[in-house]
């Protein structure tokens, strides 16, 4: 399916100028010539990227900008006749990813695009390997979230950190010390029960038989690990 995107602009030459050219490309588009359009057609339809003019009759492109934002991460290109670094200031701390200014060339705006749909598609798959499946465990990074058999885990935030730095760290062993350094992000070489309490909620929500884990293991006079090994 080919990406959409959502040109907004008063002037309809430029309108017609780049749907011509981006369709040229093998991009679907839809239009609109004003602000209120432009936000009701966004939130009506699905688009991949919005190439949106700052001066527009009803609602300014900046405000469009922050409500698009305020609901959604589609990439922003804001297009203005205006040269002023302030501008471009506003537009990008409104939440727009890139901005241009008229007179562009649409050599230069139809490469833009491609370098923000790249860098969309690499930021997803990333996010894909963000989220780690062991058994019938599922870790994901991106939200903090564990499920188990597709239920999810009630991890306080220790619990979780401690978790991903042994799923991430498979068969290491980390001594209690360690643990303290890295999770409690200082040097503690006092109580290191603090490491066993946690470590025992852990297993208690994690593992079906805490007594009997099989994923968080004791090297006895060492540390813990963790290992998905049967």
């Given at each position: 399916?080919?990406?959409?995107?959502?040109?907004?602009?008063?002037?309809?030459l430029?309108?017609?100028?780049l749907k011509?050219?981006?369709?040229?490309?093998?991009?679907a588009?839809?239009s609109?010539q004003?602000?209120?359009?432009?936000?009701?057609?966004?939130f009506?339809?699905?688009?991949?990227?919005?190439?949106?003019?700052?001066m527009?009759?009803?609602?300014?492109?900046?405000?469009?900008?922050?409500?698009?934002?305020?609901?959604?991460?589609v990439?922003?290109?804001?297009l203005?006749?205006?040269?002023?670094?302030?501008?471009?200031?506003l537009?990008?701390?409104?939440?727009?990813?890139d901005?241009?200014?008229?007179?562009?060339?649409?050599?230069?705006?139809?490469?833009r695009?491609k370098?923000?749909?790249?860098?969309?598609?690499?930021?997803?798959?990333?996010?894909?390997?963000?989220?780690?499946t062991?058994?019938?465990?599922?870790?994901n990074?991106?939200?903090?979230?564990?499920?188990?058999?597709?239920?999810?885990v009630?991890l306080?935030?220790?619990?979780?950190?401690?978790?991903?730095?042994f799923?991430t760290?498979?068969?290491?062993?980390?001594?209690?010390?360690?643990?303290l350094e890295?999770?409690?992000?200082?040097d503690y070489?006092g109580?290191?029960?603090?490491?066993?309490?946690?470590i025992?909620?852990?297993?208690?929500?994690?593992e079906k038989?805490?007594?009997?884990?099989e994923?968080?293991?004791?090297k006895?006079?060492?540390?813990?690990?963790?290992t998905?090994?049967?």
């Amino acid at each position: 399916m080919p990406k959409k995107i959502l040109i907004v602009d008063d002037e309809p030459l430029i309108v017609k100028g780049l749907k011509y050219s981006l369709e040229q490309d093998g991009y679907a588009t839809d239009s609109a010539q004003d602000g209120e359009e432009a936000v009701t057609k966004f939130f009506a339809g699905q688009y991949d990227l919005v190439l949106l003019d700052v001066m527009l009759p009803k609602i300014e492109g900046m405000e469009v900008c922050q409500r698009i934002r305020e609901r959604s991460n589609v990439p922003i290109i804001m297009l203005t006749a205006k040269g002023d670094d302030m501008d471009k200031i506003l537009g990008l701390e409104y939440g727009a990813d890139d901005y241009m200014t008229k007179p562009f060339n649409i050599l230069e705006v139809k490469a833009r695009i491609k370098t923000i749909f790249r860098r969309t598609a690499m930021s997803q798959r990333e996010s894909s390997q963000r989220i780690i499946t062991v058994r019938d465990m599922q870790m994901n990074m991106n939200n903090r979230s564990v499920t188990i058999a597709g239920k999810e885990v009630n991890l306080t935030a220790k619990e979780f950190d401690l978790l991903q730095l042994f799923i991430t760290n498979r068969g290491k062993v980390f001594s209690r010390e360690s643990l303290l350094e890295t999770i409690w992000k200082y040097d503690y070489l006092g109580d290191l029960r603090t490491v066993d309490v946690h470590i025992r909620r852990l297993r208690e929500k994690i593992e079906k038989m805490p007594s009997q884990p099989e994923y968080i293991f004791t090297k006895w006079g060492v540390g813990y690990y963790f290992t998905d090994k049967d």
